[in-house]
């Protein structure tokens, strides 16, 4: 029998190919989902207000490949970081190269930018990028191993209202698709700021093990790593964590004025915000700004992060040695997605104006050709041409919510007319098919 090779995430194995008849029928991978046609209402809706969006403001399409070299991402997270000793799937191609799939937009962006000069010493780039990544992860609600990914970034550009634009178009985003978010934000300062904190966060935590009984195993914790002992949720270290020094008191005066710039820039977008000085970012290359976007609890669901994003200049030193103003925001679509049904928001109007319906060959073939002149001529039209029964078109039409049925059958078709038939009161008029169009334009209040 000859062996099939297949790749997990570490190296390779060799599954024996099944026979027979007995095999078990092809599922849906774990952590994966098909978006049947009754979803894409809701991605259409969700897609559509994200490259509007990008469009207003000026950004850039760019797309990079699904697949890297792993060496990408080993030195953008550092390879014994949890996304590419946990999460990230790679493999080995028949070549011997070590190939992943990108496990988040920004480190392929990066490397896009630099590999097609799209920026220099005077011109910035504004980016938008939209598509799947992949890691391998505990499935959770509104979490995929394959997940998409909308992503906004300003590269080369310094300035505090890059950072600010940026959070704005997130929160238009989702205020236009009537989603409730709360905008999160702090500034984490420059490398020194950094350390300068640390060093005053461990002497804080120093201080509370001589003056406070403290459990031995968190103990460790406190001088190990400092940040983790902040963000955890112990209930032993509540009151501890609340009085911890803030970031924001460590920053520099460039920091500091920078900060304060993009505050002022939010107060001027009308964008409501709320600083939170626990939040660090989702990656360690990330300085200055940090900022997500936390949908509200619902019920029994937590809080739930929708976005999220921040000035991510180290990446650039990281992978290239080269300094590099960016800033940018990433929002998963399916937790999006996810929240406007559980919502069960009103999602789209009607997807057409006018729906033409047919009864029997010839008159189908006169409405095929009256199908395309409605549509060249700028009218949102459907079609039942699949349908022979009335009743089903009608029916159709109603599920459509289309204003007007035109119905064209074979009594029509010898008289020269159609009927227009007003969905919303069932009244109905005949009319000369030659002058459709004016009809159509009265009716509508197109002309």
Same mark, same amino acid.
């Given at each position: ?25 092809? %599922? ?52 014994? #970081?949890? @996304? %590419? ?47 799947? %990544?992949?890691?391998?992860? +505990? ?70 093990? /001589? ?20 963000? #955890? ?13 803030? @970031? ?59 976005? #999220?994003?921040? +000035? ?22 399916? +937790?999006? %997605? ?64 289309? /204003? ?44």
């Amino acid at each position: 029998m000859t062996p099939r090779t297949t790749f997990n995430r570490r190296k390779p194995v060799a599954v024996p190919l099944r026979t027979g008849r007995h095999t078990e029928p092809p %599922v849906r991978l774990k952590g994966t989902k098909d978006l049947i046609p009754d979803e894409w209402r809701y991605w259409r809706l969700v897609i559509d207000k994200a490259l509007q969006l990008a469009k207003i403001y000026d950004f850039d399409r760019l797309e990079t490949p699904l697949i890297e070299s792993l060496g990408l991402f080993e030195k953008a997270f550092g390879k014994q #970081s949890d @996304i %590419v000793t946990k999460q990230l799937y790679w493999f080995l191609d028949r070549e011997g190269d070590k190939i992943a799939l990108r496990p988040q937009i920004k480190p392929s962006l990066a490397r896009a930018v630099m590999e097609h000069t799209l920026v220099d010493e005077i011109k910035f780039a504004k980016l938008c990028s939209l598509g799947p %990544v992949f890691r391998y992860d +505990r499935v959770q609600s509104g979490c995929y191993r394959q997940h998409t990914q909308w992503s906004l970034d300003v590269i080369n550009n310094p300035s505090p209202i890059a950072d600010a634009l940026i959070i704005m178009i997130g929160y238009n985003f989702f205020k236009e698709l009537q989603l409730e978010v709360r905008v999160d934000f702090n500034s984490l300062g420059d490398a020194e700021c950094r350390a300068t904190y640390l060093a005053k966060l461990t002497e804080y935590y120093k201080e509370q093990i /001589r003056k406070t009984k403290i459990p031995a195993e968190l103990k460790k914790q406190f001088i190990k790593n400092p940040i983790t002992t902040l963000l #955890s949720t112990d209930e032993r270290l509540k009151e501890i964590n609340e009085d911890a020094p803030a @970031i924001v008191d460590c920053l520099s005066e460039e920091a500091k004025n920078h900060f304060f710039t993009i505050i002022e820039h939010l107060d001027a977008f009308a964008v409501p915000y709320n600083l939170n000085s626990k939040l660090f970012g989702s990656a360690d290359y990330y300085s200055r700004t940090v900022f997500q976007f936390v949908a509200p609890e619902e019920g029994e669901r937590k809080e739930t992060v929708l976005g #999220s994003g921040g +000035r991510y200049d180290m990446l650039f030193d990281r992978l290239f040695n080269k300094p590099m103003s960016a800033v940018g925001l990433t929002i998963g679509l399916e +937790r999006t %997605v996810s929240r406007i049904r559980n919502l069960d928001l009103p999602v789209e109007g009607p997807s057409a104006d006018l729906y033409i319906a047919q009864l029997g060959d010839q008159p189908r073939q006169k409405a095929l050709a009256m199908f395309e002149e409605l549509r060249k001529a700028g009218f949102r039209v459907s079609q039942g041409f699949l349908h022979n029964a009335l009743k089903h078109q009608l029916e159709e039409a109603q599920k459509m919510n289309v /204003r007007y049925t035109l119905i064209l059958g074979q009594k029509e078709l010898m008289d020269g007319t159609i009927i227009i038939r007003d969905m919303e009161s069932g009244a109905q008029e005949v009319v000369d098919a030659k002058k459709i169009i004016h009809e159509i334009e009265k009716r509508l209040g197109t002309k």
